[in-house]
């Protein structure tokens, strides 16, 4: 077909004659025209079609600032698209750091890798250029440019096309996106400028955004720190803390509450004070109420209690007003010590401190009870009630224990009168002792007075009972070197005083009748002339070769008297 239509159009031209055109007139002029309009228009629609893309790169670069906070990756990325749009070779962007120096934090090149330390040589003199003017800076060939062909950088570095355009945020300068090609001139235009320019200002916020994040972030973790901290401590005190809000409802409680109150996290949660606190005591909830109002704190409220799993207890409150940073109260906060084991323990010592002397219990270590003794010069004093053994048999145990603690009674106050130890209580009789643990230079006399203190004691007893319950105590006194110190195992020890001296001072008791007082020659001469004796027949006594030199104890001058 081709060729038939070529045959044609040969037979036309053969029939046109000298000077015909083939195509009409003025047709191949107008022919000429649309071609340059259609070159035109290409050129312009090349163009649209390149801002559209920059306009979409721009978008996309947008959108990756904003996608996400880890700025190193978004940027990276950025800068590549940089390159990828300009032709550029390299581009970095550079803050101001903390010491106002310009600090590289991001360097590509054309490969889409990060620039060795070594790679990043730019031009400082651009850089410093737009710091000062605060303008952006293009140059299509720096080797020819009179503003920066004569600077080092430039020429050492072979450095051509360049753009750099300023980091503002708020009008503050505070840093520069710099983009350059070592090898090519005239490769950047105005159109590049604007476009970098437009990436500066989204990555300026993108920058601050990032900052904020950080600092956010940091401040989270801090308050979470914190946070764990407090956990920690209220976990580990031995305090129970129970903070509530202003409208008294439980908003925090540690292990110690829950222990102490013997109530669960899960029913303290939420939970109004008013609905807890008055199972413990009917006062606190109006304790809590008072701080609250009167924006004072409560210290030191003790409680007695019967809590349901934990029986009777001793509980301590303190009531703080729960205040912020800016004092502003917004809760209470209920501090619980648990006193009952403590009180427990000094009830025990109270009740130790009856049995033994409170001269020894001060000067004994409880941390290391060392099981020893020394030698001390002592004056010991036994007394025994006499006939107690007959007179046990007639009573019921309970109303013979009342009685005996009352004779017992009446002999350790008359003892710990004169700053004598007791020693112990061997059944219905009382062992003590003077000079220990501390000093007394008349030790033998104090003992003399405790005797007729004792039997003073007894009388006065004997007129606040009836005849059949009354018994007499026989003392026996002497004075000597013994032993004093822990005896015993670390599972049970005791303070007690051991030697010849004491046994002898238990011998004259066991001789004593009832109401006497029987002093060795040892302990009355030691006593000196205060005290008044009458000699008695010298006792032979168990475990003693010789008569023990005694005397009846009669009285004292200026004191008792038997």
Same mark, same amino acid.
């Given at each position: ?65 904003? +996608?996400? /906070?880890? #700025? ?5 990325? @950025?800068?590549?698209?940089?390159? $990828? *749009?300009?032709?550029?070779? =390299? ?102 400028? +604007?476009? /970098?320019? #437009? ?5 300026? @916020?993108?920058?601050?955004?990032? $900052? *904020?994040?950080?600092?956010? =972030? ?113 809760? @209470? ?5 648990? *006193?009952?084991?403590?009180? =427990? ?218």
């Amino acid at each position: 077909m081709a060729e038939d239509l070529g045959g044609q159009l040969a037979a036309f031209r053969e029939t046109l004659g000298p000077g015909e055109s083939f195509f009409p007139s003025g047709a191949v002029e107008r022919l000429r025209q649309l071609s340059g309009s259609l070159l035109i228009l290409r050129e312009e629609i090349f163009q649209v079609d390149l801002e559209r893309r920059n306009l979409r790169a721009l978008a996309d670069v947008g959108r990756a600032l904003n +996608s996400s /906070l880890d #700025l190193t990756t978004v940027l990276n990325q @950025v800068m590549d698209t940089i390159i $990828r *749009l300009t032709g550029a070779e =390299r581009s970095f962007l550079m803050l101001r750091g903390e010491g106002g120096t310009m600090e590289v934090v991001v360097a590509r090149n054309w490969e889409h890798e990060s620039l060795a330390e070594a790679e990043r040589a730019l031009s400082s003199t651009v850089v410093e250029r737009v710091l000062q003017t605060g303008e952006a800076v293009l140059t299509t060939d720096a080797q020819e440019d009179p503003r920066f062909s004569a600077q080092e950088s430039v020429v050492a570095y072979n450095l051509r096309s360049i753009l750099c355009v300023p980091l503002k945020l708020k009008e503050v300068l505070t840093g520069v996106v710099y983009a350059d090609n070592r090898g090519r001139a005239g490769l950047f235009t105005e159109r590049d400028l +604007s476009l /970098l320019s #437009l990436f500066a200002d989204q990555a300026a @916020v993108a920058l601050e955004n990032a $900052r *904020l994040f950080d600092s956010v =972030r940091r401040s989270l973790e801090q308050v979470t720190e914190l946070k764990n901290l407090l956990q920690d401590v209220l976990t580990s005190i031995a305090s129970g803390v129970i903070t509530a809000d202003a409208r008294q409802l439980v908003s925090l409680c540690n292990r110690a509450a829950e222990e102490i109150l013997a109530i669960s996290h899960k029913s303290l949660i939420g939970e109004p004070l008013g609905k807890i606190l008055p199972a413990i005591s009917e006062d606190l909830a109006a304790q809590v109420g008072e701080v609250l109002e009167s924006d004072r704190r409560i210290i030191g409220l003790e409680t007695q209690s019967d809590l349901p799993g934990r029986g009777r207890v001793e509980l301590s409150f303190n009531l703080t007003p729960l205040k912020d940073a800016n004092r502003t109260t917004h809760g @209470v906060a209920v501090v619980i010590d648990d *006193l009952t084991e403590k009180r =427990r323990l000094q009830a025990q010592r109270r009740l130790f401190g009856r049995m033994v002397s409170p001269a020894v219990i001060e000067q004994l270590d409880p941390d290391s009870p060392a099981l020893s003794g020394h030698r001390a010069a002592i004056t010991t004093l036994f007394a025994d009630l006499r006939g107690f053994t007959a007179f046990s048999e007639r009573l019921e145990a309970e109303a013979l224990v009342a009685v005996l603690n009352r004779y017992l009674a009446a002999a350790a106050e008359a003892i710990l009168a004169e700053g004598g130890t007791i020693d112990k209580y061997l059944g219905d009789a009382v062992m003590a002792w003077f000079n220990a643990p501390h000093p007394q230079p008349d030790h033998s006399l104090r003992a003399a007075r405790a005797a007729l203190a004792i039997q003073a004691a007894i009388e006065q007893l004997h007129r606040q009972i009836e005849p059949e319950l009354r018994l007499s105590f026989g003392v026996g006194i002497h004075c000597g070197e013994a032993i004093l110190g822990l005896v015993g195992t670390e599972k049970q020890i005791n303070y007690t005083a051991i030697g010849d001296s004491v046994n002898t001072a238990k011998r004259l008791q066991e001789n004593a009748r009832a109401g006497q007082v029987l002093i060795s020659r040892a302990a009355a001469e030691a006593a000196g002339d205060q005290v008044i004796v009458t000699p008695v027949p010298a006792l032979r006594v168990e475990g003693k070769t010789q008569p023990v030199e005694a005397y009846e104890l009669i009285g004292v001058r200026g004191g008792p008297s038997a």
